[in-house]
């Protein structure tokens, strides 16, 4: 089983559409999670962080549930801009402090 | 504020020839992280260095290929005697030590092809 799993997608969806990305890790001591979006083999870019509490940031909202060690982000209103791959990752805790491990990605196409 | 930054962004080498990948973290950064990225493929960590140490390579390749990040200077990724298997493009990343998340940030790749 891989340490992190995300959906295997592709996902294509029209514009103003509202698309959801799960990913669950394995090792339930990680700390910290993250959502990046990766444009056309480019270097990832950072979308969010992802807290407890779950958090928003405009168009974009991320949850975590550590019991189910599973994380989502939740996009609404889908512009075309937001086709790109979304990487889930997730970061050790303890000894594993600072590592970082990345799901393989889902595209999202989103078409007019 | 620069951002990471990685050089050469694209190099040829030929079978047998040794590359080497140079990364500069972002300013006041003290974590740099080397990912691989093969064709069609998702990021696979490499290793995680801090300044003149190795905090874990447990995604290097055993034989072949090395990183270091000395006290002075940018991070070096070196790949010897490359194969055509090594071709992919290789991202760094570093973060600050001041947060318990780690959020790192990265520099826009090395693409390797190795003829």
């Known amino acids: 089983r891989k340490e992190v799993e995300q959906d295997p997608g592709p996902f294509n969806v029209p514009e103003g559409a509202t698309v959801a990305f799960n990913c669950t890790y394995s090792?339930?001591?990680?700390?910290?999670f993250f959502w990046y979006r990766q444009d056309c083999r480019k270097e990832p870019k950072l979308l969010m962080s992802v807290y407890s509490s779950g958090n928003e940031d405009g168009r974009f909202t991320a949850q975590l549930n550590r019991a189910s060690q599973y994380i989502s982000l939740l996009i609404r209103d889908s512009k075309l801009s937001d086709s790109a791959t979304y990487l889930c990752?997730?970061?050790?805790?303890?000894?594993?402090?600072?590592?970082?491990?990345f799901g393989d990605g889902t595209t999202l196409t989103v078409k007019p | 504020n620069a951002g990471v930054m990685q050089n050469p962004r694209h190099l040829v080498r030929r079978r047998g020839q040794e590359a080497r990948l140079r990364c500069s973290p972002m300013?006041?950064?003290?974590?740099v992280y080397w990912y691989r990225q093969l064709p069609e493929e998702g990021l696979k960590f490499m290793v995680y260095l801090q300044k003149e140490n190795i905090i874990d390579e447990s995604g290097m390749p055993k034989e072949r290929f090395s990183a270091e990040f000395p006290k002075e200077g940018p991070s070096i990724l070196r790949i010897q005697q490359v194969v055509r298997g090594d071709s992919a493009a290789y991202f760094c990343?570093?973060?600050?030590?001041?947060?318990?998340?780690?959020?790192?940030?990265f520099g826009p790749g090395t693409r390797l092809t190795v003829t």
């Open positions: 990343a570093s973060s600050t030590s001041g947060t318990v998340t780690y959020e790192q940030y």
């Open positions: 990752v997730v970061n050790g805790g303890g000894s594993n402090a600072g590592k970082s491990t």
């Open positions: 090792n339930s001591a990680s700390q910290s």
């Open positions: 300013k006041g950064h003290s974590h």
